[in-house]
């Protein structure tokens, strides 16, 4: 079994839709949650970072760790077909592990 | 402008052949890494580097090896090329950033390699 689970998708949404992107982990030693978003031909790039539990906001992007469930969001509200791309989720136990990445799921906003 | 560079984009190449990926940064970053990516599944650490003359591998067993002679130049290597090596190389490095702790790496572009 993996330690982190992600929906390959892909998933197609309206412009201007909500998305909300899921992984699931294994590992309650995971402190350190992370999103990335990968454009085709392109590497990943870190779109937000949260250490232990909670919320985090920035601009269009929320990110939501539930330690308890051991599962992770992002949300992006008022969604722009620009956010088309796969986002990959990431974690870690800290400094001295190295990261465990989610396979990525495919997100297609539709004009 | 800090970055970081990765060449060939592309490449085709016969079984057998050696070839060296190139990646070079330019944000001083000590911590270099190497993935291989493939479609639909999570990226694998085949290769990381903490600093000059440290060199480890990762999960993935591979055949290739790094070198790290100057901090910003961490080559991978295949010395015989084999059609099970076609796959995305992604070189990242990372270094503390303010609001993302350690974990702020930078991708390159990755090389997609084929091997026939």
């Known amino acids: 079994q993996k330690e982190v689970e992600q929906d390959p998708g892909p998933l197609s949404v309206p412009e201007g839709a909500i998305v909300s992107l899921n992984c699931t982990y294994s590992?309650?030693?995971?402190?350190?949650f992370m999103w990335y978003r990968q454009y085709s031909r392109k590497g990943p790039e870190l779109l937000m970072y949260?250490?232990s539990s909670g919320n985090k906001e920035d601009g269009r992007f929320t990110a939501q760790v539930d330690k308890s469930s051991k599962y992770i969001s992002l949300f992006i509200r008022d969604s722009q077909p620009s956010d088309s791309a796969t986002y990959l989720c990431?974690?870690?136990?800290?400094?001295?592990?190295?990261?465990?990445w989610g396979a990525g799921t495919k997100l297609i906003i539709k004009p | 402008e800090a970055d970081i560079y990765q060449t060939p984009r592309y490449l085709v190449i016969g079984t057998g052949k050696k070839i060296t990926l190139e990646c070079s940064q330019t944000?001083?970053?000590?911590?270099m890494y190497w993935y291989q990516q493939d479609p639909g599944m999570e990226l694998h650490l085949i290769h990381y580097?903490?600093?000059?003359?440290?060199?480890e591998k990762g999960d993935l067993s591979s055949e290739s090896t790094v070198s790290r002679i100057r901090t910003e130049h961490f080559p991978l290597t295949l010395e015989s090329a084999r059609p099970s090596h076609t796959s995305q190389y992604l070189c990242?490095?990372?270094?503390?950033?303010?609001?993302?702790?350690?974990?702020?790496?930078?991708f390159g572009s990755g090389t997609r390699l084929t091997v026939v």
């Open positions: 990242a490095s990372s270094g503390t950033t303010e609001g993302f702790g350690n974990y702020g790496y930078t």
């Open positions: 944000m001083g970053h000590d911590k």
């Open positions: 580097s903490y600093g000059v003359n440290s060199t």
């Open positions: 590992n309650s030693a995971f402190q350190y």
């Open positions: 949260t250490y």
């Open positions: 990431a974690m870690s136990a800290g400094s001295n592990y190295q990261l465990i």
